[in-house]
């Protein structure tokens, strides 16, 4: 079910590395791109979902260009044309869905006719943890990937954008943005609400009743997330990953990391390696 294959890039000085791993009609991979990397105009043949885990591509389409930053989850559907560069390299952990798949979904919702971008914290927590099923691989690996797939999918037809202006107020999408550029840093509740231009108690309400959790939980499972990352791609130590992230020391954030993932950074580093 699994292949790791390297592929040549014309120009570069690196390669392209690519695991996959194929079960139920869904094809998962985990790709790392080389600097100065381009890619012309393309389709893809199924539908794709695309989570951008490290590195800022630019993405070009006939009538728009964006750029993609890490922590963004992205829907194309099939035969959307796109074309892709990066200057410093990038990685993605993508997953090619059937048109059986999207019909599954297209029974309750319109979901999949148009490309979307997501940078929701629930989407974006179903695509870390398919990520990391993806780097488990045991015997229940195909069974969780469909079950997450389902659930990633359904959420993100949930958050259609034609909602989401409506139910997500503007304010929120600001305190999101801020929370994910500076998740390292002791934000303050004030400094938050300020940007938002609330009173700290209705921020605290709003933010609780749309995550079904607290600032200072999503804060720290931004990080957490964040430490998979540097688990599995930095030299790092497991303290200086700890201090990088804002932790309180590495049996603190040992602790939280075994609560978060069901296993220890280094029983995780371990397991990334072997593949």
Known sequence: MTKRESISISGAEDQILS???ACNGLDFVETTYPREYRNP????????????MAGTVLDTRPRQSLLREPATLIFLPAGEPHATHSHAGFQTFHMGITPQWLERVRQYTAFGDSPVTYRAPLPLQLAARLHREFLRQDNLTPLMLEGLTLELIGEMARQ??????SCHPRWLSRV???LHARFTENLSLQELAEAAGVHPTHLTRVFREKHRRTIGDYLRELRLEQACHELTTSP????EIAAMLGFYDQSHFSTLFK????????EFRKKALLR
């Open 236 to 239: 790092l130590t497991l303290a």
């Open 19 to 21: 695991t996959t791993y």
């Open 41 to 52: 105009s393309h389709a893809h043949s199924e539908a794709q979902l695309i989570f951008l």
């Open 176 to 178: 999101e943005e801020l």
């Open 160 to 165: 259609a954008p034609a909602s989401m202006e």
């Open 259 to 266: 609560r978060h993932t069901g296993l220890t950074p280094g």
